[in-house]
């Protein structure tokens, strides 16, 4: 008798290498420096309207009407047009759940989507449960910007959709008006819906600005866009993510979203309407006390001597360990130069290659690093790492 096989479509990809290394660090009692985990509490009124929650059974399946109508409000501010939170908004566990729901919500089997990599680990194993194909458009180091050329060569007859993510993790770009201009652009000439990942929206740098793409009034109509509570918040266990979108597409994507997952956590949905109109003063916070600690570990690294690239959004830097290849034992790849430093120096990265789909020239020499940490952890790491590598 033959043994049972697993699914076919889950051929295409293997298991989080976030998780692996995740594991691997705890296994050598590593600082994680790895998974975008901060190592501190979230602000004290989400924690204190956690406690009071009173919710215990299922909310809508699309989300806690007071958490909807909060988020509508605070999304129509920056692009300046009315959001509807009953016909538009939707509660979801996480950024990850909504991604996928999204997918599924308008790409067939057989169809393509364009990716940008370095991206999410998560956007190709979507894609292909989909039924669908990963179309790669490389951002090339160190500026990581959006070439218009290669952005049009990814777009076939069977492409559908388009995921973006600004700000980007894991190459911490914020995308400009010139290049979402370019992908306005190409979505309206190949009819694509846009589905924009922008969980790390409240944390950008050096006085720039996050640009949401749905602000454009030529992409609004076409736009998925995705956020979570999860980063600005300290609060990744929470899995608190929405998407908002036009009503035919919030249709589809919340018949996806009831039959993956029912509705988000009601207790947590109902401690985050509590607290949300008492974190102002925190969220216009997060990014000048996220740069100060960007600056503490680029300091800190480029004293270990890996070379790092200027980081304008997110919490995360792909730094090159090149320079310190014979220090490391020579590494063959990446996921070779990781472990080597949860292994020698218990500082624990994630392999760069992992972000990348594509065999790309200088990935393999590439690590992110997470800086969603205290700054004395942040420097703890340096130190491991100097004393490591010297």
């Known amino acids: 008798m033959a043994a049972p096989q697993p699914a076919r479509r889950l051929r295409g990809f293997g298991e989080s290498q976030i998780r692996r290394f995740t594991r ?36 809508f399946t699309w989300g806690d009407g007071a958490l909807r109508e909060i988020i509508a409000a605070q999304t129509a501010a920056p692009w300046g047009a009315p959001v509807d939170p009953d016909r538009e908004v939707t509660i979801t566990c996480g950024v990850t759940e909504a991604l996928v729901a999204a997918v599924f919500a308008v790409v067939d089997p057989g169809d393509e989507v364009i990716v940008l990599e370095p991206m999410h680990e998560n956007y190709v194993p979507a894609i292909l449960m989909a039924g669908a194909t990963p179309r790669v458009c490389t951002l090339r180091a160190p500026d990581y910007r959006i070439d218009p050329d290669a952005l049009a060569a990814a777009a076939g007859p069977r492409t559908r959709a388009l995921i973006l993510n600004t700000p980007h993790n894991p190459a911490g770009r914020v995308f400009d008006a010139e290049e979402l201009a370019a992908i306005a652009a190409l979505c309206d000439r190949h009819g694509l819906v846009l589905i924009t990942d922008e969980i790390y929206a409240e944390i950008v740098y050096d006085g720039r600005r996050h640009l949401p793409p749905a602000a454009r009034a030529d992409l609004r109509p076409r736009t998925i866009a995705i956020g979570g509570l999860g980063k600005a918040l300290s609060a990744t266990g929470w899995r608190l993510g929405y998407a908002i979108a036009p009503p035919t597409l919030t249709d589809a994507l919340r018949k996806v979203h009831e039959y993956l997952v029912i509705c988000a956590p009601a207790p947590l949905q109902e401690a985050a309407a509590q607290a949300l109109p008492e974190l102002g003063e925190h969220l216009r916070g997060v990014a000048a006390a996220y740069q100060r600690r960007r600056d503490v570990l680029l300091a800190e690294l480029t004293a270990a001597g890996f070379e790092v690239p200027r980081v304008e959004g997110a919490y995360y830097v792909l730094a090159d360990c090149a320079r310190l290849s014979a220090r490391m034992g020579a590494p063959q790849n990446s996921s070779d130069a990781a472990e080597w430093l949860i292994r020698h120096a218990r500082v624990a990265a994630i392999p760069g290659q992992s972000f990348y789909l594509a065999d790309v020239a200088g990935a393999a020499t590439l690590l992110r690093f997470a800086f969603c940490k205290r700054e004395e952890t942040l420097r703890a790491a340096g130190a491991r790492l100097r004393e490591a590598l010297a």
Do not use: C, K, V
């Open 24 to 59: 691997l660090a705890q296994e050598f009692d590593a600082i994680n420096l790895g998974q975008g985990m901060p190592d501190f509490d979230p602000p004290e009124p989400l924690l204190a309207a956690l406690r009071q929650t009173a919710s215990h059974q299922y909310t």
